[in-house]
């Protein structure tokens, strides 16, 4: 059966940079959209980003610029040789506190199993 | 960015019961909506994609409809396992967005 793995820090300081990596057991890795999520703890689902194919990312625009140097705050990436996709998310505050879902496919066919992060002084 | 509006928020119904759970977008989005299941501390699942086609291995008691702005999720015949929150997500435009979730209780 496949399944997506996910594994990463699950305690962060604020303004820490958060890392998550997200690898396929018993399927393939390439050839997909990777998509992550999350999802605050008590409310709904927030898209953060993909990468494509191509390489190509998007991302949501809210987490794409911090302060003062414009500079994107997310970015998400794969390793083709170890077939893994990993979400880096620099200067953490609470807000971003979540259960963080990797997703394989364009509809997100696919879901990992979810990673708590804490942000907490 | 492109908001999507569920209603109702919450829904009480009973086994059997016929559900309709809507999602607006604010925007034109064609038919680039799928629709989600998820229940309490599990990943969620995809359900209905392109607005309407039924993802595999979903039962047929689940159906999608719509397009452009308005479109409906519908669960013929409640079984016990629907009980759980629902989204809709849009694809048309970056950056995707999901609606703010549908929870459908037992009553």
């Known amino acids: 059966q496949v399944q997506l793995q996910q594994w990463g820090t699950g305690l962060l300081k604020p303004s820490e940079a958060l890392s998550l990596t997200c690898a396929v057991s018993g399927g393939s890795f390439s050839g997909y959209y990777w998509t992550w999520i999350r999802q605050p703890p008590g409310k709904g689902l927030e898209w953060i980003g993909e990468?494509?194919?191509?390489?190509?990312?998007?991302?949501?625009?809210?987490?794409?610029k911090y302060n003062p140097s414009l500079k994107s705050r997310v970015s998400i990436s794969v390793d083709r040789a170890r077939e893994q996709l990993t979400l880096r998310l620099n200067s953490v505050t609470a807000a971003d506190t979540a259960v963080y879902y990797c997703a394989r496919g364009g509809w997100l066919q696919l879901w990992g199993q979810g990673t708590w992060v804490t942000v907490s002084s | 960015a492109i908001q999507m509006t569920q209603s109702p928020s919450s829904l009480s119904a009973s086994l059997g019961d016929r559900v309709s759970i809507t999602c607006r977008a604010s925007q034109d989005i064609r038919s680039d909506l799928g629709w989600y299941q998820q229940k309490p501390g599990k990943a969620p699942k995809l359900l209905i994609y392109g607005a309407s086609s039924l993802e595999s291995e979903v039962p047929s008691r689940f159906s999608g409809s719509g397009a452009g702005t308005d479109f409906t999720l519908t669960i013929s015949s409640l079984n016990p396992e629907d009980f759980a929150t629902y989204y809709c997500?849009?694809?048309?435009?970056?950056?995707?967005?999901f609606g703010q979730g549908t929870k459908l209780e037992l009553k």
């Open positions: 997500l849009q694809q048309y435009a970056y950056p995707n967005t």
């Open positions: 990468i494509k194919l191509d390489g190509t990312t998007n991302y949501d625009p809210s987490l794409s």
